[in-house]
Nanobody, 123 residues
Framework: QVQLVESGGGLVQPGGSLRLSCALSGRTFSNYAMGWFRQAPGKEREFVAAISISGGTTDYTDSAKGRFAISRDNAKSTAYLQMNSLKPEDTAVYYC????????????????WGQGTQVTVSS
């Protein structure tokens, strides 16, 4: 069974940076595409970024382009989300997710989810 554990969330001032990590265990990490999603209070969970199995293809929601960077280290079975120039509207619980083969933007395509990590951007 795939297990995902996120870490790296916290409180940061506007303009600051955070790096989220997502460690996968239970299966071979390099068989899974990885995605990052977020959910703010009262809102639906939304796509943030995704990365292919090889790491050669990435995809971002428009609000993340130029500020966030998704990456993966298959040797460490870990995916990352580097978040720079953070804004108050980035405040949410961030979830990583995994699915075999191709990365997508749809939450319903991902079978495996982490427990989430809180990111709060506030002065």
């Amino acid at each position: 069974q795939v297990q995902l554990v996120e870490s790296g969330g916290g409180l940061v001032q506007p303009g600051g940076s955070l790096r989220l990590s997502c460690a996968l265990s239970g299966r071979t990490f390099s068989n899974y595409a990885m995605g990052w999603f977020r959910q703010a209070p009262g809102k639906e969970r939304e796509f943030v970024a995704a990365i292919s199995i090889s790491g050669g293809t990435t995809d971002y929601t428009d609000s993340a382009k130029g500020r966030f960077a998704i990456s993966r280290d298959n040797a460490k079975s870990t995916a990352y989300l580097q978040m720079n120039s953070l804004k108050p509207e980035d405040t949410a619980v961030y979830y990583c997710a995994a699915r075999p083969f191709r990365a997508t933007r749809r939450t319903s395509d991902y079978a495996y989810w982490g427990q989430g990590t809180q990111v709060t951007v506030s002065s």
